[in-house]
């Protein structure tokens, strides 16, 4: 059964940074590529950046490029999201699912919420 665990959301100031982070288990993980999407209120989840099995190709969404980062650990299983720079418009529930352009499970955890505020 694939689940993910997000963490490391929180309110943050325009211009702060935050990084979020994603357990991922029922799956042969180091085989995956791995993403994280946010949705909005009221709008659709989106794309924000994917990462490749090896980590060897990215895809960022152009709202997030030069600011977000991601990352990941193929030991432990994780998927990182490091988020600089961040604008009120940052602002949703971010999630993590396999993929590098579109998701791969219908299957989602909890998320994380990013609230970007002053």
């Known amino acids: 059964q694939v689940q993910f665990v997000e963490s490391g959301g929180g309110l943050v100031q325009p211009g702060g940074s935050l990084n979020l982070s994603c357990a991922a288990s029922?799956?042969?993980?180091?085989?995956?590529?791995m993403s994280w999407y946010r949705q909005a209120p009221g709008k659709e989840r989106e794309l924000v950046a994917g990462l490749s099995a090896r980590g060897g190709n990215t895809n960022y969404a152009d709202f997030v490029k030069g600011r977000f980062f991601i990352s990941r650990d193929n030991e432990r299983n994780t998927v990182a999201l490091q988020m600089n720079s961040l604008k009120a418009e940052d602002t949703a529930r971010y999630y993590c699912?396999?993929?590098?352009?579109?998701?791969?499970?219908?299957?989602w955890g909890q998320g994380t919420q990013v609230t970007v505020s002053s």
């Open positions: 699912n396999g993929g590098l352009y579109s998701f791969i499970w219908d299957s």
């Open positions: 029922g799956f042969t993980f180091k085989t995956f590529a």
